[in-house]
């Protein structure tokens, strides 16, 4: 299964931003999650959608602000991230799962390269 992740930039706080995820290699995943890692912390949970019905959960930190959906015919997941702050600033991973939910980094298996996303205040 391979991963890239694409769209990440440079934003000001209150801005908007999508990015992408394309998914190749194998028949899609039960659940594709985003991940992000800030300077100096941990990689932390950021949302996640289940496949087969776009059904999604997010972090407190994100809720209400980011929405995560995926294209079937394109095997690509979105992350949508209005209103940010700075805060956001971190590098984003999108994550495949083959399995039950589970949003901690270390269920999944298959990982993009990462798309740096910079918020500036």
């Known amino acids: 299964v391979q991963l890239q992740a694409s769209g990440g930039g440079l934003v000001q706080a209150g801005g908007s931003l999508r990015i992408s995820c394309v998914v190749s290699?194998?028949?899609?995943?039960?659940?594709m999650g985003w991940f992000r890692r800030a300077p100096g912390k941990e990689r932390e949970f950021v949302a996640i959608?289940?496949?087969?019905?776009?059904?999604?959960s997010y972090s407190d930190s994100v809720k209400g602000r980011f929405t995560i959906s995926r294209d079937n015919a394109k095997n690509t997941v979105y992350l949508q991230m209005d209103s940010l702050k700075p805060e956001d600033t971190a590098v984003y991973y999108c994550?495949?799962?083959?399995?039950?939910?589970?949003?901690?980094?270390?269920?999944?298996?298959?990982w993009g390269q990462g798309t740096l996303v910079t918020v500036s205040s």
């Open positions: 959608v289940r496949w087969n019905d776009n059904s999604a």
């Open positions: 994550a495949a799962r083959y399995g039950p939910y589970q949003d901690r980094p270390k269920y999944y298996r298959y």
């Open positions: 290699g194998r028949t899609v995943s039960s659940f």
